[in-house]
């Protein structure tokens, strides 16, 4: 069985040493490069139809993060920020200049940071749900988050999360504790306001109507980029003065916004459309 929003696109696959990891990514269509990071539990193929859409305009390097797909877990937290320099490694292994990164949830996290961190090696972010605090999450969604551990690894395994990782992670029995880290980071309190408001790459953040945090996060978070404040003016004079935007995607969820064409659409149009 496959996970819903798996792509039947195949990229030619390889591994980078670094960081101490054996980094599993594959590179799809040709043009200008874009990293393609994917969400907690996840891996490079559940984009769906989103990783061939920007494929056909972009060469795409879609990773699995670290303990995730095909990339094997290291002894260290699974942590957003380790992750960035992770990528940063990926882009200096691979030669990349500037690439543009689009990450989705957890990638989003990871994507934001990378640019945050490594400006220099960046040249557009698209940052799709990613939360910068813990409390923007709705509560009851942070009472399913405590509950993720490696208790709850048995209960998984219907699940389309555990049979994609049972089928490609090179170690299947990681994955309780993959588990208890995935838990023990969400349960870390942390503001990701000031990375934002640092950030000095052109940058889109997205999100679903129904999203894990409502619209008014979201927005809060293009406010940090100098966005939602006044009037954008007839010639656009008053919008962001670094090139920000937001989308906020109609009839979607936080769960079904990593593989809907949608996304790809507005990430295209934003990394195509505008000046480099």
Do not use: C
């Not at 056909?56 to 699974?78: F, K, S």
């Not at 942590?79 to 490694?89: E, K, N």
């Not at 960046?122 to 208790?151: C, F, K």
């Amino acid at each position: 069985m496959t996970t819903t929003g798996t792509t039947d696109t195949k990229g030619t696959g390889h591994y980078a040493k670094v960081n101490g990891l054996n980094l599993y990514y594959e590179i799809h269509g040709a043009g200008r490069p874009l990293i393609l990071l994917h969400g907690g539990l996840m891996s490079n193929e559940t984009f769906g139809p989103v990783l061939p859409q920007l494929a056909e305009r972009h060469q795409v390097i879609a990773p699995d993060l670290q303990g995730h797909g095909r990339t094997a877990d290291i002894d260290r937290p699974i942590d957003v920020r380790l992750m960035a320099d992770d990528i940063s490694a990926l882009i200096d292994h691979l030669g990349l200049e500037t690439p543009d990164l689009v990450g989705y949830s957890l990638g989003g996290g990871v994507a934001l940071h990378t640019a945050a961190k490594y400006p220099a090696k960046v040249r557009r972010l698209v940052a799709v749900s990613a939360n910068i605090r813990p409390d923007a999450i709705y509560a009851e969604m942070r009472v399913q988050q405590g509950q993720v551990g490696a208790a709850a690894a048995e209960f998984m395994k219907d699940t389309p999360m555990y049979q994609l990782y049972h089928r490609v992670a090179p170690r299947p029995e990681d994955f309780p504790t993959l588990l208890d880290k995935l838990g023990a980071s969400m349960a870390k309190d942390f503001d990701f306001a000031d990375e934002v408001r640092g950030l000095q790459v052109p940058t889109l953040i997205v999100a679903a109507d129904a999203d894990m945090a409502p619209p008014s996060h979201y927005v809060e978070v293009f406010k940090l980029l100098g966005g939602g404040v006044r009037d954008g003016g007839w010639m656009g004079e008053g919008r962001p003065a670094g090139g920000h935007a937001l989308a906020i995607l109609p009839g979607l969820t936080h769960y079904n916004i990593g593989a809907s064409p949608l996304l790809a659409a507005v990430a295209l149009a934003f990394l195509d459309d505008q000046p480099a």
